[in-house]
């Protein structure tokens, strides 16, 4: 039976200890369990391998005529089910129905356009509010009406046009789900994806393919269907007693004795974790939030809350083969841990041949990258604003404001006006014994200047968009407002916290008299599923003068919108909507066992033809088919065969009769 953290306090009976200074504090509370499931449906931790969900590719990409390619992707939020529970199913919300969210990968430079559909339905299956969704890309300094604005939401059968200018350093960012008030329980569901920018620093110093591993790790509780349970406690926190790692609960993944790279998201709405190896040894700290640090770091556990993302490198060549190095968990102050809530997952060193290969397979980097936030120093900031994180009358706040209050000013208070390329200092303080919050300042990388007085922890000094403001902590952040003029939202990343109301935001460059071209609500709009979108007012539809007709001719749908302060791509012949979308949602060969494949092809007109043809299009060898199947009155195909190909399958296309196309990669075990 799911507790809350009063009862968990009483059931478990761990005392909270004082104040600890800057030692990581130690008194999470224990608790029997959270799921209602039978025990035989209970999952166990080392019993499923890693799953990497597949990458998203584009549909097509254009090269502008400043000589820079834009990236069209286009992604489903859809119901999905997924396989969690040993015997039972589990109804997800995803994008393109997986949870977590196909990864995309982009190169510095290159843009990207996302077309990002809601056909979820129009309540939520379980908790019955209305599923408007608004996408967040958490890391990215996006223009306002591309950031996620909880405010700018896409309903149903809608589609809202996301750009994204990847002009910053490599990093890890993730895009996840930011509507207003139910951001909680739609991420939970499943709404929430990596996202890798890449750059030529990161590719000549880090591990890269198959040597840099996506885990977002999360928690969850399930009822005895198998359906996700939800409690948070009235909006302190959920705390599940199962973990997952990509989906997957407590998964073991296989490596060769050399350095992996692992990109560590923390996407549980509330829980906060503190890893360590199972060994005690030391992992290589390269990476948090914004990108690379300036130098790396050796740390034995780091505390990671909700959003925060960590990159580490382990040297698995130390151990023998036969090895297994588990990730666990030792929690922190104000969590509720369960039986297996101390274990994430384990790494099973196998006596495989070793691919040295790319960066870093041998040797630890130790010099990283600059980045312009830890090249700030104190002086240069013109202001410094203090402000508090704290629950007033059962309602979380910050610096004194909720976003209610935000919305009831028609979205014209502000907690912050910082002007274009200001430096600034903000002092935030938790002086609750209770909580903790995870802080996080959209549009920003910034430095962790320090903590109660003390320098940061050496694993955050790098580059960051959330701080871990702890029990009695008050953190001191150094921070340039660049890139973009406009309003931005800052929030508390325990999720339940930020619905309940703990967000406000801040302007740059923005004088309120003045009307906003970036207004994150108006400058942007979503349009119908299928349609092409409005460009934001002021210029007319070329496809209106024109007579456009939905054949092949050239569209002009990215015409340069009037709302960017960045050159659009000029998109010469831009292909106009498919007709068919057709999605690749399960791809998995394993060698001499079996080959799956299923998806959906989501057909706008009158279908006529209704198949998809499978191709192995395996890098390397020439393009192979090698199956059909059929698509149902709903949309979805599936195709399996024992033993399958006798070569190993890492990519497929599916090319439907309809005219759609798909291609991912395949999941080897
Ligand atoms: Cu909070």
Same mark, same amino acid.
Request: glycine share 10%; charged share 20%; proline share 7%.
């Given at each position: 039976?799911? #507790?809350?953290?009063?009862?968990?306090?009483?059931?478990?009976?761990?005392?909270?200890?004082?104040?600890?200074?800057?030692?990581?504090?130690?008194?999470?509370?224990?608790?029997?369990?959270?799921?209602?499931?039978?025990?035989?449906?209970?999952?166990?931790?080392?019993?499923?391998?890693?799953?990497?969900?597949?990458?998203?590719?584009?549909?097509?990409?254009?090269?502008?005529?400043?000589?820079?390619?834009?990236?069209?992707?286009?992604?489903?939020?859809? #119901?999905?089910?997924?396989?969690? #529970?040993?015997?039972?199913?589990?109804?997800?919300?995803?994008?393109?129905?997986?949870?977590?969210?196909?990864?995309?990968?982009?190169?510095?430079?290159?843009?990207?356009?996302?077309?990002?559909?809601?056909?979820?339905?129009?309540?939520?299956?379980?908790?019955?509010?209305?599923?408007?969704?608004?996408?967040?890309?958490?890391?990215?300094?996006?223009?306002?009406?591309?950031?996620?604005?909880?405010?700018?939401?896409?309903?149903?059968?809608?589609?809202?046009?996301?750009?994204?200018?990847?002009?910053?350093?490599?990093?890890?960012?993730?895009?996840?789900?930011?509507?207003?008030?139910?951001?909680?329980?739609?991420?939970?569901?499943?709404?929430?994806?990596?996202?890798?920018?890449?750059?030529?620093?990161?590719?000549?110093?880090?591990?890269?393919?198959?040597?840099?591993?996506?885990?977002?790790?999360?928690?969850?509780?399930?009822?005895?269907?198998?359906?996700?349970?939800?409690?948070?406690?009235?909006?302190?926190?959920?705390?599940?007693?199962?973990?997952?790692?990509?989906?997957?609960?407590?998964?073991?993944?296989?490596?060769?004795?050399?350095?992996?790279?692992?990109?560590?998201?923390?996407?549980?709405?509330?829980?906060?974790?503190?890893?360590?190896?199972?060994?005690?040894?030391?992992?290589?700290?390269?990476?948090?939030?914004?990108?690379?640090?300036?130098?790396?770091?050796?740390?034995?556990?780091?505390?990671?809350?909700?959003?925060?993302?960590?990159?580490?490198?382990?040297?698995?060549?130390?151990?023998?083969?036969?090895?297994?190095?588990?990730?666990?968990?030792?929690?922190?102050?104000?969590?509720?841990?369960?039986?297996?809530?101390?274990?994430?997952?384990?790494?099973?060193?196998?006596?495989?041949?070793?691919?040295?290969?790319?960066?870093?397979?041998?040797?630890?980097? =130790?010099?990283?990258?600059?980045?312009?936030?830890?090249?700030? =120093?104190?002086?240069? $900031?013109?202001?410094?604003?203090?402000?508090?994180?704290?629950?007033?009358?059962?309602?979380?706040?910050?610096?004194?404001?909720?976003?209610?209050?935000?919305?009831?000013?028609?979205?014209?208070?502000?907690?912050?006006?910082?002007?274009?390329?200001?430096?600034?200092?903000?002092?935030?303080?938790?002086?609750?014994?209770?909580?903790?919050?995870?802080?996080?300042?959209?549009?920003?990388?910034?430095?962790?200047?320090?903590?109660?007085?003390?320098?940061?922890?050496?694993?955050?000094?790098?580059?960051?968009?959330?701080?871990?403001?702890?029990?009695?902590?008050? #953190?001191?952040?150094?921070?340039?407002?660049?890139?973009?003029?406009?309003?931005?939202?800052?929030?508390?990343?325990?999720?339940?916290?930020?619905?309940?109301?703990?967000?406000?935001?801040?302007?740059?460059?923005?004088?309120?008299?003045?009307?906003?071209?970036?207004?994150?609500?108006?400058?942007?709009?979503?349009?119908?599923?299928?349609?092409?979108?409005?460009?934001?007012?002021?210029?007319?539809?070329?496809?209106?003068?024109?007579?456009?007709?939905?054949?092949? $001719?050239?569209?002009?749908?990215?015409?340069?919108?009037?709302? =960017?302060?960045?050159?659009?791509?000029?998109?010469?012949?831009?292909?106009?909507?498919?007709?068919?979308?057709?999605?690749?949602?399960?791809?998995?060969?394993?060698?001499?066992?079996?080959?799956?494949?299923?998806?959906?092809?989501?057909?706008?007109?009158?279908?006529?033809?209704?198949?998809?043809?499978?191709?192995?299009?395996?890098?390397?060898?020439?393009?192979?088919?090698?199956?059909?199947?059929?698509?149902?009155?709903?949309?979805?195909? $599936?195709?399996?065969?024992?033993?399958?190909?006798?070569?190993?399958?890492?990519?497929?296309?599916?090319?439907?009769?309809?005219?759609?196309?798909?291609?991912?990669?395949?999941?080897?075990?």
């Amino acid at each position: 039976m799911p #507790v809350s953290r009063r009862q968990a306090l009483q059931i478990g009976g761990v005392g909270i200890i004082g104040a600890l200074g800057l030692a990581v504090p130690l008194s999470s509370v224990s608790a029997k369990s959270a799921s209602l499931l039978d025990p035989r449906n209970m999952p166990r931790p080392y019993q499923q391998a890693l799953t990497i969900p597949p990458v998203l590719r584009p549909k097509s990409t254009v090269i502008g005529a400043d000589g820079k390619k834009t990236h069209l992707y286009h992604i489903e939020q859809t #119901v999905g089910m997924a396989s969690i #529970v040993p015997g039972l199913k589990t109804p997800i919300l995803g994008y393109n129905g997986s949870f977590p969210g196909p990864t995309i990968e982009v190169n510095q430079g290159e843009r990207i356009k996302l077309e990002m559909d809601n056909v979820l339905p129009l309540f939520h299956p379980q908790w019955g509010y209305r599923l408007d969704t608004s996408t967040h890309l958490h890391g990215s300094a996006s223009l306002p009406q591309f950031d996620g604005y909880a405010n700018d939401i896409t309903g149903r059968g809608m589609c809202k046009d996301y750009e994204y200018p990847n002009f910053q350093p490599a990093r890890t960012l993730w895009y996840h789900d930011h509507a207003v008030h139910n951001t909680a329980q739609s991420v939970y569901s499943g709404l929430a994806g990596q996202y890798h920018l890449h750059d030529e620093v990161e590719q000549n110093l880090l591990p890269q393919g198959q040597f840099d591993v996506p885990l977002t790790i999360s928690d969850a509780m399930f009822a005895r269907s198998g359906e996700l349970g939800y409690n948070d406690n009235t909006h302190s926190g959920l705390w599940g007693d199962v973990i997952l790692v990509n989906g997957s609960p407590w998964p073991v993944m296989k490596v060769q004795r050399r350095i992996y790279r692992f990109r560590i998201l923390n996407a549980s709405i509330s829980r906060s974790f503190r890893f360590q190896l199972g060994t005690g040894d030391p992992v290589t700290m390269v990476g948090t939030d914004g990108g690379l640090m300036p130098s790396a770091q050796q740390v034995t556990s780091w505390r990671q809350a909700g959003a925060e993302r960590y990159e580490i490198l382990i040297d698995f060549s130390k151990y023998p083969a036969g090895k297994r190095v588990e990730l666990r968990n030792l929690s922190n102050k104000n969590n509720v841990d369960y039986d297996n809530t101390g274990r994430i997952m384990a790494f099973d060193v196998t006596g495989d041949p070793v691919d040295t290969s790319g960066p870093a397979a041998r040797v630890m980097p =130790t010099l990283l990258a600059g980045s312009t936030a830890m090249s700030l =120093t104190p002086s240069q $900031s013109v202001k410094t604003r203090q402000m508090r994180l704290k629950r007033d009358n059962d309602i979380w706040t910050i610096g004194g404001m909720t976003w209610d209050e935000v919305i009831k000013s028609g979205y014209k208070k502000v907690l912050a006006d910082p002007n274009l390329n200001d430096v600034e200092i903000w002092e935030v303080e938790n002086s609750s014994g209770g909580w903790f919050h995870p802080l996080h300042i959209h549009l920003v990388d910034f430095q962790i200047l320090s903590r109660n007085g003390q320098p940061p922890f050496a694993f955050e000094r790098g580059p960051k968009d959330v701080v871990y403001v702890g029990e009695g902590e008050t #953190v001191r952040l150094l921070m340039k407002f660049e890139h973009n003029r406009g309003r931005y939202m800052i929030h508390c990343h325990n999720l339940p916290h930020e619905d309940h109301d703990m967000m406000a935001q801040f302007s740059v460059g923005y004088n309120p008299n003045d009307s906003d071209p970036n207004d994150p609500i108006e400058a942007a709009k979503p349009h119908p599923i299928g349609q092409v979108p409005s460009t934001g007012g002021e210029t007319t539809q070329p496809t209106e003068s024109t007579g456009g007709t939905d054949g092949g $001719s050239a569209q002009p749908t990215e015409a340069a919108a009037p709302v =960017t302060t960045q050159p659009a791509a000029a998109v010469t012949a831009e292909p106009t909507v498919q007709k068919d979308v057709v999605a690749i949602t399960t791809a998995r060969h394993r060698l001499n066992k079996d080959i799956t494949f299923a998806g959906t092809s989501k057909y706008t007109g009158t279908a006529t033809g209704s198949s998809v043809v499978l191709y192995d299009v395996t890098p390397g060898r020439a393009a192979a088919r090698i199956g059909t199947a059929t698509i149902n009155s709903l949309g979805n195909w $599936s195709w399996t065969a024992k033993p399958g190909p006798s070569r190993q399958v890492t990519a497929v296309r599916a090319d439907s009769s309809r005219g759609g196309t798909a291609t991912a990669t395949v999941r080897t075990s």
